[in-house]
């Protein structure tokens, strides 16, 4: 899969100041909700939560890829934050 089919240029964020982990993913949320009419941002953020306490989406050195399953999208979104 081409990454390009799944982050846009409208759901990239730079140089976001951020001090822990549930707040970084309250960004993320707020960003999917706000590209996508069909989802809400307590239900992005929830699904995120989620996944966490399932297992940290971290793998080294700052990097984490967060995910989460919504019900009823019809494709994938992500979410760039440099």
Request: glycine share 8%; charged share 25%.
């Amino acid at each position: 899969m081409d990454i390009q089919a799944i982050v846009s240029l409208d759901c990239t964020e730079c140089a976001v100041q951020c001090n822990s982990k549930k707040r970084i993913l309250e960004i993320i949320a707020d960003i999917a909700a706000k590209n996508n009419a069909d989802i809400d941002q307590a239900t992005v953020l929830n699904s995120l939560l989620a996944r966490e306490r399932m297992g940290s989406t971290g793998i080294g050195n700052g990097i984490a890829l967060p995910h989460g399953r919504l019900a009823g999208l019809e494709k994938t979104h992500g979410h760039y934050r440099d």
